[in-house]
């Protein structure tokens, strides 16, 4: 019980800055906004939205949302159109006020309920990031067809092989830095789409920063269409030749 009240007291000396990346998520983001606020009642945060233009009113939802919990507490910071996920996050760090911040999905497939596990990950071991994994005991993945669950595996695989990262989960991307962290790691990176959340852990291991993983069960979105395709996964294969070359 000690260490409980001593962790809880660690959480509140720190704040958290939560950035979510949008596209058409009107149906989700509203869920996910108030799942953050559910599991992290004790906890100082904000949420950034950095959203690219959506044409589904999106930004009016916020913009909602905004009235109901505090301009302090949402934060709107849009785009006039898509940019990539990598500039999506660079955006939003230069509005973040926390000394730590989260990254994660819009769209329901990272659940809100583990953030007190990666918050407590990172108090315990003072990681300089703690990263979701779907590959450890206690991780997996709901929703996905066997296809697609080999895909991503064999990805995972390949890039464990050719990079020894010292993550078992590569293309994840539901993690917690240091803010100090993540700017200096977010600087040295080049891609801007699904790689780069590869190539984020892989330049944050060869700087020599410590990670930790906390399992999580990824969940395919229930609302929306997904944003991987084809053109994606030709996109990782360059990545992994471009990081297997330079880092």
């Not at 962790?7 to 009107?26: A, C, L, Q, W």
Request: net charge positive.
């Amino acid at each position: 019980m000690a260490d409980q009240n001593e962790t809880k007291g660690e959480e509140g000396k720190h704040k958290y800055s939560i950035i979510v990346p949008t596209y058409n998520e009107r149906l989700n983001i509203a869920l996910i906004v108030y799942l953050i606020f559910k599991h992290l009642r004790d906890v100082d945060f904000e949420i950034i939205v950095v959203d690219d233009g959506s044409p589904d009113g999106t930004q009016e939802i916020v913009k909602q949302l905004q009235h109901l919990y505090g301009e302090d507490r949402i934060l709107l910071r849009a785009r006039a159109k898509k940019l990539g996920l990598g500039t999506a996050y660079i955006h939003g760090l230069k509005h973040a006020t926390g000394d730590f911040v989260v990254i994660m999905d819009a769209d329901l497939s990272h659940h809100p309920k583990y953030l007190p596990s990666f918050i407590k990950k990172q108090l315990e071991t003072n990681a300089s990031i703690v990263t979701g994994t779907r590959y450890v005991k206690g991780g997996g993945v709901h929703g996905w067809n066997l296809m697609r669950k080999l895909t991503s595996r064999g990805a995972n695989v390949l890039a464990q092989t050719l990079l020894w990262p010292g993550v078992s989960d590569l293309t994840g991307s539901f993690r917690l830095y240091k803010k100090s962290v993540l700017e200096d790691v977010i600087s040295s990176c080049v891609s801007k789409g699904y790689v780069f959340q590869m190539e984020m852990i892989v330049r944050a291991t060869r700087k020599g920063y410590h990670i930790e993983e906390v399992p999580i069960t990824f969940v395919d979105r229930v609302f929306g269409t997904s944003k991987l395709g084809g053109s994606e996964i030709v996109e990782y294969l360059k990545g992994l030749v471009y990081l297997l070359l330079t880092t």
